[in-house]
C-alpha cells in the first residue's frame, strides 16, 4: 500500500472519530442538560459547582486537539506528497539521462562500424598495391629485385614479397644481405597471409 493511501486512510479515521466525539459529546451534554433541569434544576446545578458552559468547554477542547492533530497529518501527508513529487522528478531525469547515453552508444557503434569498414577497405587496397608491385619484381632478376627491395622499409619489403610467387621471393630474399633478410623475415611472420604459390 502506497504512503498516499495510508495517509488518506489515517485521515478518514480521523475525521470519522472527530464526528463521533462531537455526535456523543452532543448527546452527552444533552442529556446532562435535560437531567439536571428536571432533577434539582439549573440553579442547584450551579450551586455544586457545575455550569452549563462545562461540557461545552470539553467538546472545544477535543475538537481543538482533533484539528491540531488533523492539521499536523496534513502537513505530513504535504511533505511525502513533496518527496514523492521530487523523487518522480529524479526518476525521470534518470531516464532522460540512460536515454541521452544509450544513443552516444549507438552512435559510437556505429562509427566503429564505419572505421573498421574503412579500414577494410584501406586494406584491400594496400593488398591490391603489393599485389601489383610484387608482379613487377617477379619480372625483375632476383639480385636486382633484392638491391631494391633492400632499400624500402621493411614493412612495404614484405608486402610486396608476400605477394610474390614462392620461387620468386625466396630467390629475391637470398640475394638480400643477411640483416634485411632477417628483419623481411621477421616482418613476414607478423602478417596472416602466406607467400603465394603459383
Do not use: C, W
Not at 59 to 71: A, G
Not at 81 to 87: G, I, M, Q, S, T
Amino acid at each position: 500500500m502506497s504512503m498516499n493511501k495510508r495517509l488518506l486512510i489515517i485521515q478518514i479515521a480521523l475525521i470519522t472519530l472527530l464526528i463521533l466525539k462531537v455526535a456523543i459529546g452532543g448527546h452527552l451534554f444533552g442529556k446532562t442538560l435535560s437531567s439536571m433541569n428536571e432533577s434539582k434544576g439549573l440553579k442547584s446545578t450551579e450551586h455544586k459547582g457545575f455550569s452549563a458552559e462545562q461540557p461545552k468547554d470539553l467538546l472545544d477542547i477535543n475538537i481543538t486537539k482533533e484539528r491540531e492533530l488533523y492539521n499536523v497529518l496534513e502537513k505530513k501527508l504535504k511533505e511525502v506528497e513533496d518527496r514523492e513529487a521530487n523523487l518522480r522528478a529524479q526518476e525521470q531525469a534518470l531516464l532522460a539521462l540512460k536515454r541521452e547515453i544509450e544513443g552516444k552508444i549507438d552512435q559510437l557503434m556505429n562509427l566503429e562500424k564505419r572505421i573498421e569498414q574503412k579500414l577494410e577497405v584501406e586494406k584491400e587496397e594496400e593488398t591490391k598495391r603489393y599485389k601489383q608491385l610484387a608482379k613487377i619484381y617477379e619480372s625483375a632478376s632476383p639480385v636486382k629485385a633484392a638491391a631494391i627491395l633492400e632499400k624500402l622499409d621493411t614493412k612495404t619489403a614484405a608486402g610486396i614479397a608476400m605477394n610474390m610467387k614462392r620461387d620468386k621471393a625466396g630467390a629475391v630474399i637470398s640475394a638480400m644481405n643477411t640483416a634485411k633478410a632477417i628483419e623481411i623475415t621477421r616482418e613476414l611472420t607478423k602478417f596472416n597471409f602466406s607467400i603465394e604459390q603459383k
